[in-house]
């Protein structure tokens, strides 16, 4: 019997032995089960690709926010707020956000079970402090890991603390006093390359920062004009200690597309809390929440003083009122850390801390990512 296959069925066009024919039904079932093998094993890598790109909350059982996560020892360590129910009425002077500690979170990897360490420092530990233990961070130098936290003082004006420890996850030893020169909150520091330590730091509204021009307190501070200059992110070099500040602290200029200062008016972009620093192929990226328009946004600069250049947004709008991040790499992966009042059902101070992968374009641009993922 001869069968024309034609040219569909075989490499070579022509006719075919029934013996032959048998073998390409078995050939052509063959290569229909690798190519439905193929199918399985794309679509298995779709589903993983979903899951390593959909953001994973790390923990469930206690309410944490503004992560600071840092790779320490070959693990990934957060350095969050501990949102607690303080039975404060949401009002404007932002009263409801009291925390009184910090937990430290380690994990082995993304995804992984997490290790929350305990109370690494307590509000009653801190010789200073009065309330309110904001959105800390935390460093490796000299063989020492530094907390970096802020604080209202006895007389309720946001400091910057720092407290020292041997060990990552602490417990961490505060210093008697604030970091001299320090105020408002948010701190947040960044090593470079060359080994220099710089703090980026500031919030305005509740994190007091509209009291303050270049570096000194001013009587009856108030936020510019809308067509005036926004207020700036604040940046000091630390001393070799980490426990001070070695310069004066210095304004960190953000500018628009057009090379102007971005106006206090554009709250879609101007700088309101959360600042953060990384490097991305040499660049110094500056990212940052717009607060009242709930945007995490970022900037470029070729240095770790600015100017810096707003570029875009990270991540669009949580559910919740604030948005706080960070940006780390590990295994050659980057990572988003920040918060959501998802699991509290909107209670904007009971936050969960999640991550979600974080891409670049091929131009050196961030991927946006979607808040309510
Ligand atoms: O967690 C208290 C404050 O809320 C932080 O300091 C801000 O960044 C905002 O997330």
Redesign the pocket.
Known sequence: MRINLGKLATREPGTITHENHLMQIASCHLKTNMIAIFLMAVAITTINAQIKHKPVYLVKDIYI??PSAHVFNGKIYVYP?H?IEAGIQEINN?DH?N?RDYHIFSMDKVGGPVTDHGVALDVKEVPWAGR?M??PDAAFKNGKYYLYF?AKDKTDIFRIGVAVSDKPEGPFIPETSPITGSFS??PAVFTDTDGKSYMYFG?IW??QLQHYSNGKAIECGAQPAGDKPSLNPQVALMSKDMLQFAENVKNLEILGPDGKPIKSGDNDRRFF??SWMHKFNGKYYFSY?TGDTHKLCYATGDNPYGPFTWQGVILTPVVGW???HSIVEFKGTWYLFY?DSKPSGGKTWL?SVKVAELNYNADGTIKMLEGTD
Do not use: K, L
Request: glycine share 12%.
């Open positions: 926010a503004d707020s949102d932002v956000f925390m309110q904001w959105a802020p909150i948010d919030g509740g994190g809390e959360a929440s604030t948005s706080h918060h936050r």
